[in-house]
């Protein structure tokens, strides 16, 4: 066996895959045999950081497109093709995961000029449908149908918004789902695009009220000759006019601060547009009186509002020349506060809504109502308070789960949308009325699983340094503690983000055959404020992976699991914690997925968006941040010999954010180094992208993860 997968991954070689196949036997018996990977160059490059010399024999990899690369991949992508065939239950799951993944579901809709849009899909298109209803109650008919675009779903379309006056809606398409896209212009009345097409842009657009053009947001024109993973940090707010060429787009103003994200927005009456800058901890909100909404002044002068002090600031809308805003100004749990924008930078912050024990994550203005989302113990509560902040009544929640983002309401319409999800329902959206006080549900779900026979439990545990964490798990009633039961762990823990209760169409599969599906809220979320996420960024990341640690030993030493019976998920920033905690304590996992994580920490700065990430892990030119950068930096802390669990790295071919070269990195690392027979597998998604994948393409990807754990795990 060993033999022929030495001749089959020669390098550069790549032997068609019915070859492969008949060298690759059932993963039980494989697992009892080291792979032969193939063979990856090292070079004798290296790098002096303050004094201290890094090598970085992989380097090459960063070219996907040239030199070795190419075989390098090509012949990876056949192993892992191979590997995963031979998993005698991976149809079955396939065939599972295809039906839990077919049922109807419905976003949270949004008011433009009178009618009622939102993307539904029946659950069997590669992408949602965009519909417009005139009310609630009346027919929906379909507007955009990205299948008469992308009949395979391998070009991500959405990012939809409609004109003020409702007669033009602005959509954004992106091959992969990159980042970067082309913004169209469809008449709504003939269904035809018009002439205009912007290129490269970031996010939706916002259109002006005359419905004459729209602000959109756009990294500079690259350098000639720049590779497609260069850094692209800086942003730009241009200002289309319809009818002209992007040439002629006028530029507002540019960014070259390291900023993380840039989006705009405009008040409904049209009068002021608000470009919001985020960076690390911080965001700046910037004012652009638009003066006559029929005939803005788009080239007014930007207005840096609450510039006197370093916090974190969203906008919730304006009403009239009152600015809400959500904070963590002087309020590590967040407030909300008023500006009276007559003021100009002047303008002072003035609490509507105090910092409470619970952590406010969102909030919107409903008619003469501010909605408000609490986190409380990582689970949700939506309260309502008049425009002057007095307290106006509760939504009633139907049970342990969250509200998710964003909420639908508009300060001209009393009506609020929200979505509602635990961990064993999917997203399910109502309509709120205040005046009834009432929640009706919109086009619900209907999911092929029968969730009575499981629930979820809130369990906090003690971390390494005494800190309580809160979990949730998910197993079958009635669990019996035996220390035997296959478990997934996975956690976030960055960007202040909140790993809040949600559903996903796998889960159902993995709790179908025993397992038990476990997440951690780990220090470096926001599930506890910005308090919470400061204790798990720059110098104190160590504390998320001691959090998550933890979270493993505590199921272990409770004997809901066994090291030889656990797995470990992560995704981006979670994809990075798979990777230090694997590196760190091989011993507590049998097998760890790691979804487009970066595991180069040395050079994340230096590809793309990643100097925006500076500001949360610190970077490694610094002097200061080397230090715990290189301590755990995954690719950095691979030990030749050491027995790494059964690893499967999943990239994403368009992924333009966290760029699929950390994975190539890594994964060429760890198979040079593996000590043991378990696996060390790449997985290369094509047309996929960090936050895209067609319907046909996620449940591929998901298959192949699952009967991958299944088959560490021994689940059957």
Known sequence: MIAILRRLTLAGTCWPLRLLLSAVVLPSTLAAQALTYPPAHRDSVADDYHGTRVADPYRWLEQPDSGRSPGWLKTQRSLTSAYLDAIPNRAAIRQRLTSLWAFARTDVPWREA??????????????????????????????????????????????????????????????????????????????????????????SVCWTHDAAG????????????????????????????????????????????????????????????????????????????????????????????????????????????????????????????????????????????????????????????????????????????????????????????AVGWPLGARPSTPELYYSFASYLTPRSVYRYEPRRGTSIPFQPPRVPFDASA?????????????????????????????????????????????????????IPAWLEKGGIYVVANIRGGGEFGEDWHRAGMLERKQTSFDDFIAAAEYLIAERYTAPERLAIYGRSNGGLLVGAVMTQRPDLFAAAVADAGHYDMLRYHKFTVGAGWITEFGSPDDPKAFPHLRAYSPLHNVRTGTCYPATLLLAADHDDRVVPSHAYKFAAALQSAQGCPRPVLLRVATDASHSYASREAQIAERSDMWAFVAAQLGVR
């Open 454 to 506: 499981y629930e979820t439990k809130q369990i906090f545990y003690t971390s390494k340094d005494g800190t309580r964490v809160p979990m949730f798990v998910t197993a079958a009633k009635g669990l019996k503690l035996d220390g035997r039961h296959p478990t997934m762990l996975t956690a976030y823990g960055g960007y202040g983000a909140s790993n809040d209760p949600h559903y996903e169409p796998d």
């Open 114 to 203: 009178g009618r009622l849009f939102y993307v539904s899909n029946s659950g069997l298109q590669p992408q949602s449908v965009l519909y417009a209803r005139e009310a609630p109650d009346r027919p929906a008919r379909p507007v955009l149908d990205p299948s008469t675009i992308s009949p395979d779903g391998s070009t991500a379309i959405g990012d939809y918004a409609v004109s003020p006056d409702g007669h033009l809606l602005a959509y954004r398409t992106a091959p992969g789902g990159a980042d970067l896209g082309q913004i169209h212009v469809r008449a709504l009345s003939t269904g035809r695009d018009l002439a205009d097409v912007v290129d490269s842009v970031l996010t």
């Open 214 to 401: 729209f602000f959109y947001v756009r990294p500079p024109a690259p350098k000639p000759g720049a590779a497609q993973s260069s850094a692209r940090i800086d942003k730009q707010l241009y200002y289309h006019v319809l009818g002209q060429p992007q040439a002629k787009d006028r530029l507002i103003h540019a960014w070259t601060d390291n900023s993380r994200w840039l989006y705009c927005m405009l008040s409904e009456d049209g009068r002021y547009a608000l470009a919001v800058v985020e960076q690390g901890t911080e965001s700046a909100i910037h004012l652009i009186d638009l003066g006559d909404p029929d005939k803005p002044n788009v080239t007014a002068p930007l207005t840096r509002l609450l510039g006197d002090r370093s916090a974190f600031h969203t906008p919730l809308d304006i009403v009239g020349h009152t600015l809400y805003a959500r904070t963590n100004l002087d309020a590590p749990r967040n407030r909300v506060v008023a500006l009276d924008l007559s003021e100009g930078a002047g303008a002072r912050p003035r609490t509507i809504i105090p910092e409470s024990p619970d952590v406010i994550v969102d909030a919107v203005i409903a008619g003469d109502l501010i909605v408000v989302n609490y986190l409380a113990n990582v689970t949700s509560r939506i309260r309502l308070f008049a425009l002057d902040g007095k307290a106006a009544g509760e939504v009633g929640l139907p049970g342990l789960g």
